[in-house]
């Protein structure tokens, strides 16, 4: 018995890195998978299905159920194709693991108009556009029925979105809009039985490696903890009924490490009866950035700091 047998899960950017190693496990567990990826290079760029189709042979040579889908997740009409070819091929859609992604790092000041664009575009409608169509076919199913769908999507996020990088205005903009977005759908979707979280991973893949070097590699006689897979057992639990009320949420997950993640939120407040005007605003800042450190702030805030 597998935690999924029954259910059918799409996996986007599922040819490699984490992506693979979500839809391996799925499939391990008993989903049929949906296995997405157009196959570019690391910064988007080309067209590759092998990638994808090697996943899907080592799914299928293990005994599960997988097939490729090859459509790019940024197309609005290629994100509807994904959803129905779930459907059509395995009978419907349970679960929607938005996780493709590429990279094109630039300083601000330096950025491209194409550089920006090409980022937004397969992170920030990439996880929009599938989660639009699979949650249109769920409220379907929820209409039809008047039964609570038990529906998941799980999004990927980033810390580099959520505390801001430098070097990467396009990428970091369209995670954490990614983040922003998560609790918008969980809230808009809870009532039809479809939960939505998200997850920040660390993983050791050909987008990390020229960075993290030594800090994410295997080392000799200890846990993997910056394999994919690490990410994937999270991702998992996500997508299953374990984690039933869970939605909303952001997980961060690096190596041994699982942290839940909140946003903004107010630090200090002033509050005033009359209009604002520039001497009012001036003379309640004294207030307003009492305790609170000059320059911007902090990388990485420490558990549970505002
Ligand atoms: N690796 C990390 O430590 C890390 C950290 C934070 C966030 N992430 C996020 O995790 C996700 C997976 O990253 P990874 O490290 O496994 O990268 P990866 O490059 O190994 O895999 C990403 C996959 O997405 C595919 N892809 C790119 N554009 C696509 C499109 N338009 N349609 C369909 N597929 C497309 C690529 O072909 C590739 O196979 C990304 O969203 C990334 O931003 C990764």
């Known amino acids: 018995m597998g935690r999924f047998d029954g259910k059918v899960a799409i996996v986007t950017g599922a040819g490699r890195g984490i992506g693979a190693a979500h839809a391996v496990l799925l499939a391990s567990e008993g989903a049929a998978v949906v296995v997405n990826d157009?196959?570019?290079?690391?910064?988007?760029?080309?067209?590759?299905?092998?990638?994808?189709?090697?996943?899907?042979?080592?799914?299928?040579?293990?005994?599960g159920r997988a097939v490729v889908n090859?459509?790019?997740?940024?197309?609005?009409?290629?994100?509807?194709?994904?959803?129905?070819?779930?459907?059509?091929?395995?009978?419907?859609?349970?679960?929607?693991?938005?996780?493709?992604?590429?990279?094109?790092?630039?300083?601000?000041?330096?950025?491209?108009?194409?550089?920006?664009?090409?980022?937004?575009d397969v992170?920030?409608?990439?996880?929009?556009?599938?989660?639009?169509?699979a949650a249109a076919y769920w409220r379907e199913q929820y209409k039809a029925t008047n039964e609570p769908v038990n529906a998941k999507i799980v999004n990927t996020a980033s810390e580099s979105g959520l505390y801001a990088n430098g070097g990467?205005?396009?990428?970091?903009?369209?995670?954490?809009?990614?983040?922003?977005?998560?609790?918008?759908?969980?809230?808009?979707?809870?009532?039809?039985?479809?939960?939505?979280?998200?997850?920040?991973?660390?993983?050791?893949?050909?987008?990390?490696?020229?960075?993290?070097?030594?800090?994410?590699?295997?080392?000799?006689?200890?846990?993997?903890?910056?394999?994919?897979?690490?990410?994937?057992a999270v991702v998992a639990w996500l997508a299953s009924d374990l984690s039933t009320g869970i939605t909303g949420q952001v997980m961060k997950v690096m190596g041994g490490n699982i942290q839940v993640l909140r946003g903004w939120r107010p630090v200090t407040?002033?509050?005033?009866?009359?209009?604002?005007?520039?001497?009012?605003?001036?003379?309640a800042s004294a207030k307003l950035f009492e305790g609170v450190p000059a320059g911007v702030p902090k990388f990485m805030p420490a558990l549970g700091e505002g």
């Open 70 to 120: 090859g459509d790019s997740v940024s197309s609005w009409s290629g994100a509807e194709a994904l959803i129905s070819q779930a459907v059509e091929t395995f009978g419907g859609l349970d679960i929607l693991i938005n996780n493709a992604g590429i990279l094109r790092d630039r300083m601000s000041f330096s950025m491209t108009e194409e550089e920006f664009d090409a980022v937004i």
């Open 123 to 133: 992170h920030l409608k990439g996880h929009f556009a599938p989660s639009r169509f």
């Open 168 to 232: 990467q205005a396009n990428y970091a903009a369209a995670k954490a809009g990614i983040a922003s977005m998560t609790i918008v759908m969980a809230r808009e979707l809870e009532r039809m039985g479809i939960r939505v979280n998200a997850i920040c991973p660390t993983a050791r893949t050909r987008l990390t490696e020229d960075l993290a070097g030594e800090f994410m590699a295997k080392k000799e006689g200890k846990p993997d903890q910056f394999a994919p897979e690490n990410i994937s």
């Open 269 to 283: 407040e002033s509050t005033d009866e009359m209009e604002w005007t520039l001497d009012s605003v001036d003379a």
């Open 38 to 63: 157009l196959g570019a290079d690391a910064t988007g760029s080309g067209a590759d299905l092998s990638p994808a189709q090697q996943v899907v042979e080592q799914i299928n040579a293990a005994g």
